[in-house]
């Protein structure tokens, strides 16, 4: 059984320190149909729309009947172990420094037999196994084999942790405590296991309601951070930025209405300001030091999250430059994903609906609470995705985007 990850013990400076490497990353542009399903938590394969044969590995015709009409549909994951292995040596640079590693056959009751990483807790062949499709350190597609049945201390699996970004142990900055969802985001990680919360705060002369409460936490701090000062940021920065694990960008400047019903652009540049190029400012920052933390230690999780809008991927009028700002972010986030893969640090991209606060009171229901929208962002640290849709307007939103972005582009405009 997977015993309990226990905390890491402060680092001997005497010892080598590990460099960030990443698995191989090379994939056919078909391969990344297994990858897009990944970083949404879901696992697919190709399925023939002419015989029904289920593909497996990616491929540009069916190996059954050479039809080309291939569909990628969810599977359960569902097989059995048939043979296993276990490394000891390796050519590649990211498994020589993390080897013994496990890999095993599994035979899915779907069709295909995949070659997968192996949980510590899966028994010895045959057996029965659930495989599910990871993002490893690289960003790309990983199979890995779980035991049938959850177990004790599964998540603190070895290898496992080496495809999510657990918050249990690791040190958190969350870029704004004032708002209830920074509040809560707080919270949920103390619940996670963090073992540091550095809870940013602008304006600290302006008591916000709940701070008070956050300070008395043993494992949150309260630091002065305006994301629109650049100084504030390189200040933060210089003081914790090499003991930063994960970083959660949740500031922001929200405001109604669209671009008629409005005169001036104060409050468009206020949005920028901070839903922009204060993400800009925070990564210039922090994502130096953030990419050097990304083989660190036993219980290496770092991490980066955005907290856009669904309205990122197309504009909400009533919303309409707030919702330019979170597209403008959510492009600057795709640059910053490129940059910081080498080095093995996830981003995550967060795009809920309406959160249910100040500015979204005009809304109809549903909408999310600050609390339901925390425990998503834990879950995905912790499951290892790179995109969530938190929210039933986020489903809805993201699924009439996928069908027909001209026709949700009518459909929110009227």
């Known amino acids: 059984m997977t015993a309990p990850l226990e905390r890491p013990r402060r680092k001997n400076p005497v010892l080598r320190t590990r460099l960030p490497t990443t698995p191989p990353a090379a994939r056919s542009r078909v391969a990344l149909g297994l990858t897009a399903a990944a970083a949404l938590g879901r696992f697919e394969l ?14 540009e015709a069916c190996h059954a009947c050479l039809s080309e009409r291939l569909d990628w549909r969810a599977q359960d994951g569902a097989g059995e172990l048939l043979a296993e292995t276990v490394l000891h040596h390796g050519l590649e640079l990211y498994y020589r420094e993390r080897v013994p590693w496990r890999i095993g056959t599994v035979r899915l009751d779907c069709g295909p037999a995949v070659v997968a ?42 290898q496992l942790r080496e495809m999510t970004c657990d918050p249990q142990h690791r040190k958190i900055l969350v870029t704004d405590g004032k708002t209830a969802l920074g509040q809560a985001l707080v919270r949920a990680f103390v619940a996670a296991g963090a073992e540091l919360v550095w809870v940013g705060h602008a304006e600290p002369w302006k008591r916000a309601p709940g701070l008070d409460a956050l300070a008395a936490l043993p494992q949150s701090t309260l630091v002065p951070l305006d994301l629109t000062d650049a100084r504030s940021v390189e200040n933060l920065a210089a003081a914790i930025g090499g003991k930063v694990d994960i970083l959660v960008n949740n500031a922001e400047h929200h405001r109604t209405f669209g671009i008629e019903a409005r005169r001036g652009i104060d409050a468009a540049r206020a949005e920028m300001d901070v839903n922009y190029f204060g993400l800009l400012r925070l990564a210039q920052a922090f994502a130096p030091a953030l990419r050097a933390r990304g083989a660190d230690g036993a219980a290496s999780a770092a991490a980066w999250v955005n907290v856009l809008s669904i309205f990122a991927l197309a504009n909400f009028p009533p ?41 979204n009171q005009l809304l109809l229901p549903p909408k999310l609470a600050p609390g339901g929208l925390a425990n998503a962002i834990v879950a995905a640290l912790r499951s290892g995705v790179e995109d969530v849709y938190p929210g039933d307007v986020a489903q809805d939103w993201l699924a009439r985007w996928r069908d027909n972005p001209k026709a949700l582009e009518r459909e929110v405009a009227g």
């Open 46 to 59: 190709q399925v023939c729309r002419d015989c029904g044969a289920v593909q497996y590995p990616p491929r």
């Open 117 to 158: 990483h192996l949980h510590g807790d899966c028994p010895a062949p045959p057996a029965r196994v659930r495989v599910r499709a990871c993002l490893d350190r690289a960003g790309q597609a990983a199979l890995f084999a779980i035991p049938e049945k959850d177990t004790p201390s599964m998540a603190d699996d070895r």
């Open 319 to 359: 919303h309409g430059t707030y919702s330019a700002s979170k597209a403008a972010a959510h492009s600057a986030a795709q640059c910053l994903r490129a940059e910081m893969r080498g080095s093995g640090v996830r981003v995550v991209n967060v795009f809920p609906g309406p959160i249910d606060d100040e500015w």
